[in-house]
């Protein structure tokens, strides 16, 4: 997955922005403010933190060892760093749908409803 596409996959999802709160070239993706995605699109090689479940994160961490890593500059429970080339396209967009899905899910029921009808 180019750096592109990742940024096209991000965006893709209901009520997406990308924002550079931190630096100019650390994008973050958020769906209605709040963060699902976080990566240096330059960055060689291509990484993406993203939040996951923690009996999750500890099980890829150990199934994908050095390729999926505790988030950096993150709480390392609930988030992962991502090396996207090394990784198959189809489970990146996975774990990103995922850590989307888990940020929506933590919103209030009236924002939830508001994406539903988006």
Same mark, same amino acid.
């Given at each position: 997955?180019?750096?592109? @596409?990742?940024?096209?996959l991000?965006l893709?999802?209901?009520?997406?922005? @990308?924002?550079?709160?931190?630096?100019?070239?650390?994008?973050?993706?958020?769906?209605?403010? =709040?963060?699902?995605?976080?990566? %240096?699109?330059?960055?060689?090689?291509?990484?993406?933190?993203?939040?996951?479940?923690? +009996?999750?994160?500890?099980?890829?961490?150990r @199934?994908h060892?050095g390729?999926?890593?505790?988030?950096? %500059?993150?709480? =390392?429970? %609930?988030?992962?760093?991502?090396?996207?080339? +090394? $990784?198959?396209?189809r489970?990146?967009? +996975?774990?990103? @749908?995922?850590?989307?899905?888990?940020?929506?899910a933590? $919103?209030?029921?009236a +924002?939830?409803?508001?994406?539903d009808?988006?």
């Open positions: 997955m180019t750096p592109q @596409e990742l940024r096209a991000c893709s999802f209901n009520a997406t922005v @990308e924002d550079f709160p931190f630096t100019p070239q650390t994008s973050v993706f958020k769906v209605l403010g =709040k963060m699902f995605a976080l990566s %240096h699109l330059d960055g060689q090689p291509l990484t993406v933190n993203l939040k996951c479940d923690p +009996e999750d994160a500890i099980r890829l961490r @199934e060892e390729l999926i890593v505790p988030g950096w %500059h993150m709480n =390392k429970r %609930h988030w992962n760093t991502v090396t996207v080339a +090394e $990784l198959p396209d489970m990146v967009k +996975e774990l990103v @749908e995922d850590s989307y899905d888990l940020v929506v933590g $919103l209030p029921r +924002e939830r409803l508001r994406l009808r988006a």
